[in-house]
């Protein structure tokens, strides 16, 4: 193995077996389907919207985009989502977030049903993470665990140390690896309590937002690193972990970028073809 | 502060404070309602439930017991959490775990409407305690909080251990502290890890489930000891921490029995309470 992991190759790879899944569903006359929801014109949000239409166009999933005005109402957006909650052709439901601060977020992902919910981030998915009834899973934690298993990283029993404690990432995946074993400690600030238990960690996941906080003597010896920040320094794409301070002492990292980020879309993806092969059953 | 902290006194308070909105809402027209359904004939679930029922009627809430055989199908149960949901009379629905191997226990608690699962184990009561976004929570964990807040205890920037990952204890109570900025360790199993982490943390709890595991030792100097604990040993209630040993060392702790156990049926009520007010809300 290597000490930097490829997440663009790992990503190619998952992206592959999901194609794969599609022209097989496609041959029983499944298309997959993703409706994205994007309310407002915040710039980034729609880039980032536009570029999973774009892969989920490559391994053969269907990406309809709903785009809104920033002004919708809640009951507007709650309508169309519930549309396509019974819509029977739609797998896959995912709201672009973050939403115009005048709607409600947790009223927003909670309309959303828990079978179409591949984002994994209404209430429903991240409480069935919670009891270890995982079906969709935000797919930062998500990433976080193809990424331990691809890499043959055991979690049963392993000391684990989460730096960060968002809804997205940092809780639901604290949870998943409880679940399998982990002894697992979130720290929600990047204090001296985060490197007290760094310096003690088998496997340490940073995801504060700030750029190369993570020094090699902040992390113990053959320790695996995933890196989850994603700041922008100088125009250039810098991560939370200073991967050059670490390299010589750590047994794995991730680096930024090539690392988490191409996961991303591919754990999207994976979902939604979980989705429509629930939906091929119920038809079969 | 004692040493000892009584939780039959915090639970009597708690109850006394339930009685007082239970009269108002009385005053108004509203009675709260506690629909308590109970499958099969498990001896303790039997008793548990009756204590539970005594308990409300003593602070003026009503409570109802559903009781069924132990061979009724899942879609039977769901019909009634069903009816349950959509009576108006009724402020909160209780399952009493564990139910027969044959149902589905992920599908019964999921049955439950959000607005009535006043025992926090619904997948969606669960999510929003992950989001931050608490409404119930498994009487568990909104007990261990009531005794931390309740004894003026900081769980901000502190060190905690959850000894033990359940979804009724251990997942949301880490949840519900990580969002309450503590540094919290989740440790599945009683090993030496455990050890490791209890000796240097602020706040341990316990819920193994082994007769007086945590002694002296084990801890830090003035920490604070929450025990789940309730095994039968000789016919006596023991809890999982040896509380002769640690009470020269720690600043606080929980005895077993008169600590957390009478504190659960006092959570509950005070989430039946909020319910009520929250019909009472919708009413106005």
Chains 1, 2 share one sequence.
Do not use: W
């Amino acid at each position: 193995m290597d000490t930097i992991i490829n997440g663009r190759d790992l990503a190619l790879k998952i992206k592959e077996d999901v194609s794969n899944s599609v022209r097989s569903l496609r041959g029983s006359g499944i298309i997959p389907r993703l409706s994205l929801i994007i309310i407002g014109k915040d710039e980034s949000s729609l880039r980032y919207v536009e570029l999973k239409v774009k892969e989920a166009e490559k391994v053969g999933i269907f990406a309809l985009v709903h785009s809104f005005h920033g002004d919708i109402t809640l009951s507007e957006v709650c309508d169309l989502i519930n549309e396509l909650n019974q819509d029977k052709k739609t797998d896959g439901i995912l709201v672009q977030l973050p939403i115009p601060s005048h709607l409600d977020e947790l009223m927003v992902v909670s309309a959303i049903s828990p079978a179409k919910d591949v984002d994994g981030l209404s209430p429903t998915s991240l409480g069935r993470i919670t009891m270890g009834e995982e079906l969709y899973t935000p797919a930062a934690a998500g990433a976080v665990i193809e990424i331990l298993n691809h890499s043959n990283i055991t979690i049963h029993g392993k000391k684990i140390l989460i730096g960060g404690g968002s809804r997205i990432l940092g809780l639901p995946l604290a949870n998943m690896l409880i679940n399998r074993g982990g002894i697992v400690t979130v720290a929600p600030s990047a204090n001296d309590s985060f490197v007290n238990y760094s310096k003690v960690s088998d496997i340490v996941i940073v995801d504060f937002g700030i750029p190369k906080l993570v020094k090699g003597r902040m992390v113990a010896r053959d320790s695996v690193i995933i890196d989850s920040g994603n700041n922008y320094v100088n125009g250039k794409v810098v991560g939370d972990v200073d991967i050059d301070d670490v390299i010589q002492k750590v047994s794995m990292v991730t680096p930024v970028p090539g690392g988490l980020g191409p996961m991303l879309i591919a754990v999207l993806l994976k979902s939604v073809v979980k989705a429509a092969k629930m939906r091929s059953l119920e038809h079969s």
